[in-house]
Structures are given as structure tokens and as C-alpha cells.
């Protein structure tokens, strides 16, 4: 039993647990090194895939086919500006459509809006976004209500009447009129309003019942929020600021599955 012992403790070799650690640092390794892979994306099929989800989305009325993308070099490095490549692609779907003549009644619906804005002199600020897929209306809160009010002041009403008269021509290209009241960081407490909560939703509440029961738009393409203090567009630390951000957004948005091209007459 001594020689036994004596053969065992002497014997040459590793412990059979390093081998099984050795083998599972190994497959970690490998693991590691396939993800590592993975990660390396092949920017010619990325902006392929950007085309495609750009296209689904409406940006653009045809296809567009691999070889359309731009190059970059083999390494994949070259810098690609997005933007940049929205807004040609935009540029030059608007500019088929002009030869073609067709136009895309949303963005006739954004001329209209700015025509009207612009000839009345309305202090809102009038935005189209890059996809143009969305229209931004935004009023300074003193446009339609007056200081800790969400009653609509009669010249409000006269600014939204011709705004719902607008829209209404184009209903069936809109998804939905999302109105956003926003405040700034001045605390209110009043017997109606407890804090800017309040204030906020009952403001956007109060355009879209108005839209709806003065006009007749849809109720299931129109919405409310109220957003308080919480998302400003300027610093609170000032007045200049703060009166940025007393304000209500009209956010138009586009319906996708519609026919969104008209004849030009």
C-alpha cells in the first residue's frame, strides 16, 4: 500500500479538472472571437438595409436596388452622413414627382399651412420634418391662452378655425393631429390647476375638443398630452427661455397607407 501511494503521489501529468478548464477557456475564446466577427458590419449591406426601411416608411415612391448605394472602401471606414443621404434621395423623389407630374398632397398640405402662417403673420413656428412624414405647428403659449388659462382666447379660435379648415382638406393623408401642451418651470397652484400637470393637458385637451366639436375632425386622429415642465426646448434660467417653453405643438402626422400622390392640374 506504501509503494502504491508512493507510485500515485509520484506520478507525472496535470490534474484532470485543468483539462476540463482548459477546454471551456477554449470554447470562451472561440465564442468571443464569433461575436467579435458578427460585430464587423459590412457598411454596403447597412445602407442597403437603410434604403429598404426608408422606402417602407414612404420616404420614397420606388425601389432601390444595391448598386444604388454609395461605395465605401474595403475596410468599411468611410464616413457616411445619413442626413446628407435622406435629403438627396428626398430632393430627388420630390423632383421625379415634379416631372411626372405628381405631388404629394402631405407636403401640399405643409405649403398651404406655411402660406397661411407666413400672409397672417401667426408667431408660430412652422417645421417639416426630415422624412417628411411630420408637420410641427408651434405657438407660443400667449397665441391661444392667456398667463395660467386653458381658455382659448377668441383670436385663438380664429387661428384654429382656418388651421381645421386645412386639414380637413387633407384627412385621409393624416394619421393623426397630436396636440402637446407644455409649460415652464414656474410652479402654479391654483383651485383648478395644482401644478403644470394640469395646465399642460387641459391646454391640449382644449384644442382638440375644439378641432372635434367645432369642426368635425375625427376623433380617432386626434390626441392630447400634457407634458408639464418636462421637455423643454430652452434653459428655464432665463425669461427669454421659459417663454420658448410656455408653448403648444400641433404634430401632424402622415398616414403611410394611403395614396399620398395627386395630378398636378
Do not use: C
Amino acid at each position: 500500500m506504501k509503494r502504491e501511494r508512493r507510485r500515485k503521489k509520484s506520478s507525472g501529468g496535470i490534474a484532470e479538472w485543468f483539462v476540463t478548464y482548459s477546454d471551456m477557456v477554449t470554447l470562451l475564446l472561440t465564442f468571443f472571437v464569433m461575436l467579435y466577427s458578427f460585430s464587423i458590419i459590412d457598411m454596403q449591406k447597412w445602407e442597403a438595409l437603410v434604403e429598404s426601411l426608408r422606402e417602407g416608411i414612404g420616404v420614397l415612391e420606388g425601389g432601390s436596388s444595391i448598386d444604388d448605394v454609395p461605395k465605401v472602401d474595403k475596410e468599411g471606414t468611410s464616413p457616411v452622413d445619413l442626413s446628407e443621404l435622406i435629403g438627396d434621395k428626398m430632393e430627388e423623389n420630390n423632383e421625379n414627382q415634379k416631372n411626372t407630374g405628381q405631388v404629394d398632397p402631405f407636403l401640399k398640405l405643409y405649403e398651404q399651412m406655411s402660406q397661411y402662417i407666413a400672409q397672417n403673420k401667426i408667431p408660430a413656428q412652422l417645421e417639416l420634418s426630415p422624412t417628411q412624414t411630420e408637420i410641427l405647428i408651434r405657438f407660443k403659449d400667449y397665441v391661444l391662452f392667456d398667463v395660467g388659462k386653458a381658455e382659448l382666447k377668441p383670436e385663438a379660435k380664429e387661428i384654429l378655425d382656418r388651421i381645421a379648415k386645412i386639414l380637413l382638406n387633407y384627412v385621409d393623408q393624416i394619421d393623426r393631429v397630436r396636440i402637446e401642451g407644455h409649460t415652464d418651470t414656474q410652479p402654479i397652484n391654483t383651485v383648478f390647476y395644482p401644478t403644470n400637470w394640469e395646465l399642460s393637458v387641459d391646454r391640449a385637451i382644449k384644442v382638440v375638443r375644439y378641432f372635434q366639436e367645432k369642426h368635425g375632425f375625427p376623433g380617432n386622429k386626434l390626441s392630447g398630452e400634457g407634458y408639464g415642465e418636462y421637455y423643454p426646448i430652452a434653459s428655464n434660467e432665463t425669461e427669454e427661455g421659459r417663454a420658448k417653453n410656455r408653448r403648444v405643438d400641433v404634430q401632424i402626422v402622415k398616414a403611410i397607407n394611403v395614396n399620398n400622390a395627386q395630378t398636378i392640374e
